[in-house]
């Protein structure tokens, strides 16, 4: 049996928590793995996995915390783990730190970030560790990242992050829409574009809002909704008042009816500065949104342009507001895309298809033994 400690030091809960819950279930049903996680104790992701599989909890983010690293080590041993797989950059200098203590056990580094690795001593020494046994990058963007900061292709798979379209089977996006409508009191009949992430200045909301006020100045009949939390919630929210977006843009807050919520859109508009993939695109297609995103990243590997979804520009409003602008005109058009984008998120990036790849990863380096 092949035993996996997945290592998080998050506190709260966005796209790598998720994928690390898709896997770690999906991984039920294979008899020759058993999964552990450590999280912190008092995070989101230790209440969501202590239910799931054996958990250990952690004291701190500390990425190099001496006793916290002992300890994963003793727990190791006790429970014949052979595998760590750290799941966010801080506890890949954890992880490293652990093997110090129990040098046997083999490192997997997921990679889930696009944004190129820092330059200190630190940082280099962490990405060209002898310590780490391989990388695993959720695109094909981060791998080639990875290879030009100098990680070696060979110590790199590319498994693409993926999310289920069982939670949006049976919705009817006009039913989910007249229920939202009524719920927000705002028009179900204009088109509603807008997104269901956090509020950070990764997503870009002020390009989105920006965009907003160019449709509005142009008389189109539109609503922008976004769904979420973040550390620019007041900012984005005070940007929106001073653009004089009120009665154009409502602020839904953090929902557990993501499957819902996006359904009633019409559009989903993610202008990121940068994404490691950005799975909520892949959540807008199974709910059938025609999607407008930034070519960053490993979004292009999704929406391909005028097939799957229209590409902009990062950081640009105007064509954020045109391509929209596009799809209002031509629902040929946004049927069409969002058609070929759900044969090509089913072909290409499938939940079954994401485990499988990381179990591949994880027997290989078993097998080297």
């Not at 796209?15 to 996680?37: A, Y």
């Not at 993501?258 to 993610?270: E, G, N, T």
Request: charged letters at 20%; one cysteine or more; aromatic letters at 6%.
């Amino acid at each position: 049996m092949i035993k996996i400690l997945h290592l998080n030091t998050e506190h709260g809960w966005r796209g790598g928590e998720n994928q690390m819950r898709l896997l770690i279930e999906g991984m039920k049903s294979q008899p020759d793995f058993e999964n552990h996680v450590a999280a912190l104790a008092n995070s989101d992701c230790f209440a969501t996995f202590q239910s799931i599989c054996p958990t250990l909890p952690l004291i701190s983010r500390f990425a190099y915390h001496i006793w916290q690293a002992k300890k994963i080590a003793n727990y190791c041993r006790l429970n014949k783990i052979q595998i760590l797989d750290a799941q966010t950059a801080r506890t890949h200098s954890l992880a490293i730190l652990v093997k110090l203590f129990l040098p046997e056990l083999k490192l997997v580094v997921h990679r889930r970030v696009d944004n190129k690795p820092g330059h200190s001593i630190l940082s280099r020494k962490k990405y060209y560790s002898p310590k780490v046994n391989s990388y695993i990058a959720i695109s094909d963007a981060i791998k080639n990242i990875l290879i030009n900061t100098g990680v070696k292709s060979d110590k790199i798979e590319v498994v693409k992050s993926a999310v289920p379209d069982l939670p949006y089977l049976g919705l009817n996006k006009k039913t989910e829409k007249e229920m939202w409508a009524k719920q927000l009191k705002i028009d179900g009949n204009a088109i509603w574009f807008g997104n269901a992430s956090a509020i950070a200045h990764q997503k870009a909301y002020d390009v989105l809002l920006h965009a907003t006020k160019i449709l509005v100045d142009k008389k189109c009949n539109i609503h922008c909704l976004i769904a979420g939390t973040g550390p620019q919630e007041e900012e984005i929210k005070s940007l929106s008042s001073k653009l004089g977006l009120s009665n154009h843009v409502t602020f839904v807050g953090f929902t557990k009816e993501i499957p819902s919520f996006l359904s009633a859109l019409d559009i989903l508009a993610v202008p990121s500065n940068n994404e490691g993939l950005g799975t909520i695109i892949l959540e807008g297609i199974h709910a059938g949104c025609a999607v407008v995103a930034s070519s960053v990243g490993g979004i292009p590997e999704m929406i391909h342009h005028q097939k799957t979804g229209l590409l902009i520009p990062p950081g640009n409003s105007e064509n954020l507001a045109q391509e929209i602008i596009n799809l209002i005109e031509s629902p040929n058009l946004r049927n069409e895309l969002i058609k070929n984008a759900q044969k090509h998120a089913k072909d290409y990036f499938s939940v079954e298809a994401m485990v499988k790849g990381n179990m591949q990863v994880y027997r290989s380096l078993i097998a080297a033994i």
